[in-house]
T-cell receptor
């Protein structure tokens, strides 16, 4: 069964360092997303991406965040200068479309980012 | 604005008990509604969905009915198992959205004891 894969599963980084979280969405999907879940809190939307550009982003997704689809299969989230409060589980998701029939989002297993 | 509110957890039940996890929403237009489940140490999995009023989503013995009059999408199961222990998230996709963004509730932890 097709699935969204994320690497690494766990990333530890020092405050101020740049990190890149990687995702391989399901191959025939056109819409890609990043969400985060701070420990014990709700899952929060960060950004959606379609046709090689951001289609929507939340207030959390400030200038230190960026996304890219560098090679037609990978979808990356970059955090330029990490802060302690960026520590969270980051989920990548993809969907075939956004209408009522094909809007189901499939999530990856997540990358746990720990900023020390 | 759009938001989702779930009942506070944790919910602790004995095996074979009846489960209800309440979910209410606020949304403009006609959202699609979802329940996702997160088993320990794993990612989010779609459990069921409903895309219009009065639709019933069902999967693995779980059911939820999209009630527009009460803006609710409560999750039910007639007989829970230990393996159902997980965190359950109610979510909505705004009807006006053309980006597929999901808005999640805070999650409800279910613990099922043998």
């Amino acid at each position: 069964e097709p699935e969204v894969t994320q690497t690494p599963s766990h990333q530890v980084t020092q405050m101020g360092q740049e990190v890149i979280l990687r995702c391989v969405p399901i191959s025939n999907h056109l819409y890609f997303y990043w969400y985060r879940q701070i420990l014990g809190q709700k899952v929060e939307f960060l950004v959606s991406f379609y046709n090689n550009e951001i289609s929507e982003k939340s207030e959390i997704f400030d200038d230190q965040f960026s996304v890219e689809r560098p090679d037609g299969s990978n979808f990356t989230l970059k955090i330029r200068s990490t802060k302690l409060e960026d520590s969270a589980m980051y989920f990548c998701a993809s969907s075939e479309g956004v209408n009522r029939i094909n809007t189901e989002a499939f999530f990856g297993q997540g990358t746990r980012l720990t900023v020390v | 604005g759009n938001s989702v509110t779930q009942m506070e957890g944790p919910v602790t039940l004995s095996e074979e008990a009846f489960l209800t996890i309440n979910c209410t929403y606020t949304a403009t237009g006609y959202p699609s509604l979802f329940w996702y489940v997160q088993y320990p140490g794993e990612g989010l999995q779609l459990l069921l969905k409903a895309t219009k009023a009065d639709d019933k989503g069902s999967n693995k013995g779980f059911e939820a009915t999209y009630r527009k009059e009460t803006t609710s999408f409560h999750l039910e199961k007639g007989s829970v198992q230990v393996s159902d222990s997980a965190v359950y998230f109610c979510a909505l996709r705004p009807g006006s959205s053309n980006t597929g963004k999901l808005i999640f509730g805070q999650g409800t932890t279910l613990q099922v004891k043998p």
